[in-house]
Each structure stands twice: as C-alpha cells, then as structure tokens.
C-alpha cells in the first residue's frame, strides 16, 4: 500500500510547487486592454494613461496592446471580452455603461456577467450657466422649477446619462416634479456647449471637462458639481449638492474590468499594480492634464459601489420608464 502512493506523492511534489509557480508568473504574455470608445474620447484618454503610467514605472513586464473597439454604446467591447470567460489576459476600459445599458435593454451582459479590477479615477458633473445669467446658485434654478417644473430648460448630451441624472436626482430630492422639466438632448459635449453660448438654453448639465474651458475664457460660470464634498483645482469654490443640503453625489468614473471568471491570481496581482499606479507621478501627471480627480477603488471595493450604483439607477430608470 505504502510502496503504491509513492508515485502519487512524487507527483503531487512536482505539480503543488509548478502550479504556484505558474500563478506566481502571472502575466506570462501580452494584455489586451479594449477600450469602449474611439480614440481621442475620455474612455481612450483613460486607458492610454493606464498603459502610459504601466510601462513607465515597470509595473507590468508584459507588452500591453490596446484596442479601440467602438459600438453599441460599449457593448460591442463588453461582448467582446466576456466571451474570453476565464482568459486574465483581456481587460477592458468602461464606464457606468457596464450595468446601465443591461438595465435599458440593450444586452444581456451586465455587471454580474463581469469581473471589475479597479475604479480608476473620476470627473465630476457641473451645471452651467452663461456668465451674465440671473442664477447665482442652483437653488435660484431649483426654486423657479419647483414651482414651475417647464419653466427652465436643461441641455444635456444625452438621456438617460449621468449628465441627465445630475438633473433629475437632486430635482427629485428638492422636491420637484421631475417627471415634467423641460430636457433637450444634444449629441456631445461640445454641441451642448453650443447651444448654452447660443441662447438656446439657460442651464447646462455636462461633466467639469467640456465646460472648463469656456469657465477660463469668462463666458460661462459653473453653479454646482457632483461631487461628494468640496474640491481644489478646476472646482475650486464651487458648491457641491450636500453643500446645498440636498443627498446627491455623481461620480462619472472610468474602471477596469476583465472576463468573468478570471483567476484569483490575477485579480490580486491588478489590485496590487493598480495601487501602485495610482501614486506614480506619471499617473499624477495625467490626472492634472484632463482634469481627472482620484477616486481609486480596488477590486472588492468598486464592485460594491457598483452594486449600490446599479441598484440606485436602476430604480431611476424604472420610475422615468427607460428599465427594460
């Protein structure tokens, strides 16, 4: 009996160690990072910061090969990757999009068909006015809207959007009958901006980076941000929502994603790289070029904050009747 394990045990002695080996060596090949986006857009902005910021500081010895894979609102790039289920090799940039378009119809793959590696940094979403409007602060606009709901306007780039939410969500918690403001929806950033300098709105929502711009330049004033206390840098002295008394904070993140069921391995190698990232002065500089805030979260963290981000959204989109 004894003399028929040893063979077994020989064989055990060689595989434990081969196999911890083999997880210690991960990466062993190139990374893909798809990118949800075309290039020049945030979501390519972010990513090729990640690779700028990788490669600089040595954190990962692997080439890293990116993909710009538009479409279907970033669902062509989700499908793309969960079909890799279990390959570590192929992550992802992207957005709320990940659970938000799962919950509008439009795929089937949502935040649970998914393995989320890190929250990676954030902008915050400003309203904005023209620099001689009559708003001195958002109550002036909430107030007029209260008591009229289709008395002001709002552009945004698009519905639903976190854009659109940072109207709706503090309308609502003020009070006001968000179901009847007036919203025109215009297809980007800069076209928003256009219509705001053109008179044809009074009060746009976009995020801090379409609008910094003109707020230099003295033709527009930023009313109030999404953030969740209060900033320096492009938001300084700008109130936030809480600063108003009103519970609303909107972070317009980008993440990391990877193929659901992706070895544990890997999801503590990108927990340890990405914390490291994130304090590289290549990082930094990035951050400070686009106007980026930190928001890191690691692997557990952001996927619950997604959860409680989705659960949130979802509730909104089935009262203003866009959840499939």
């Not at 639903?160 to 709706?168: E, G, L």
């Not at 976009?206 to 009313?223: D, F, M, N, P, Y």
């Amino acid at each position: 009996m004894q003399k028929s394990l040893l063979p077994l045990l020989v064989a055990l002695s060689i595989l434990v160690p081969a196999a911890a080996h083999a997880a210690a060596q991960f990466p062993a090949r190139r990374i893909e990072i798809v990118i949800a986006g075309n290039p020049g857009g945030g979501i390519d902005a972010t990513a090729r910061a990640v690779e700028r910021a990788l490669i600089e500081n040595k954190l990962v010895e692997q080439p890293l090969v990116m993909n710009n894979m538009s479409g279907g609102s970033g669902d062509v790039a989700k499908a793309y990757v969960t079909q890799k289920k279990g390959d570590p090799y192929f992550l992802y940039i992207e957005s709320n999009r990940i659970y938000q378009n799962k919950l509008l119809g439009t795929t089937q793959i949502g935040l649970d068909e998914v393995t989320p590696l890190a929250r990676l940094l954030t902008e915050y979403l400003v309203w904005v006015v023209l620099a001689d409007a009559p708003f001195r602060g958002p109550k002036d606009v909430l107030d007029r809207i209260k008591a009229d709901p289709g008395s002001v306007p709002f552009g945004v780039g698009a519905m639903p959007s976190n854009d659109y939410f940072n109207i709706v969500r503090p309308a609502r918690a003020y009070g006001v009958d968000y179901k009847k403001l007036r919203l025109a929806s215009f297809k980007s950033g800069g076209n928003l901006m256009i219509q705001l300098l053109g008179g044809h709105v009074p009060v746009i929502a976009t995020s801090l980076s379409e609008a910094i711009e003109q707020v230099k330049a003295g033709k527009v004033r930023l009313l109030v941000s999404s953030a969740p206390k209060a900033m320096g840098g492009d938001l300084q002295g700008v109130p936030t929502w809480r600063d108003q008394g009103i519970a609303v904070e909107i972070l317009h993140w980008r993440g990391l994603f990877a193929a659901p069921g992706i070895p544990r391995e890997a999801i503590v190698f990108w927990d340890d790289r990405i914390s490291r990232m994130v304090r590289t002065e290549s990082w930094k500089k990035s951050m400070d070029h686009y106007g980026w805030y930190e928001a890191h979260a690691d692997s557990a963290a952001f996927k619950r904050e997604l959860e409680a981000e989705r659960d949130v959204t979802g509730k909104l989109l089935r009262d203003l009747g866009y959840a499939k």
